[in-house]
């Protein structure tokens, strides 16, 4: 399996397919990334080369921000929504849906322990 900036992507499949196992690679990105780089798109990813790994490293680092960086920034967004008390930052600390889903039916059973909504009368 080749590594490309500390992940292990599988080798057989296809280059674009494999590269979206990265964090913030998806098919768009992949297909930009392999056409930059002057890559087939189509080639297994068992075919890389050493030189050619060592570029793509140097492409996502250096140009994009992906996985490790880019978890930190996502967790940095919602802490500072959680400090400055909005809307977002509230849902986020009670656990319940952020972007406008209802919490009538579903939502019960998201993560975390067992929130009781309410209670039926009988």
Request: charged share 30%; with cysteine.
């Amino acid at each position: 399996m080749p590594r490309v900036i500390g992940i292990d992507i599988p080798d057989r499949k296809k280059l674009k397919i494999s590269l979206t196992y990265i964090y913030g690679v998806g098919n768009k990105l992949a297909l930009d990334i392999t056409e930059t780089l002057g890559l087939d798109p189509e080639m297994l990813a068992k075919d890389l080369v050493e030189a050619q790994i060592s570029k793509l490293n140097a492409l996502l680092q250096g140009e994009y921000v992906v996985e490790g960086d880019l978890r930190r920034q996502v967790q940095n967004n919602i802490k500072r929504y959680i400090s400055i008390n909005c809307y977002r930052g509230m849902r986020h600390r009670l656990g319940l849906p952020v972007r406008g889903q209802r919490t009538r039916c579903n939502a019960r059973t998201r993560k975390g322990k067992k929130k009781t909504v309410a209670n039926k009368k009988k």
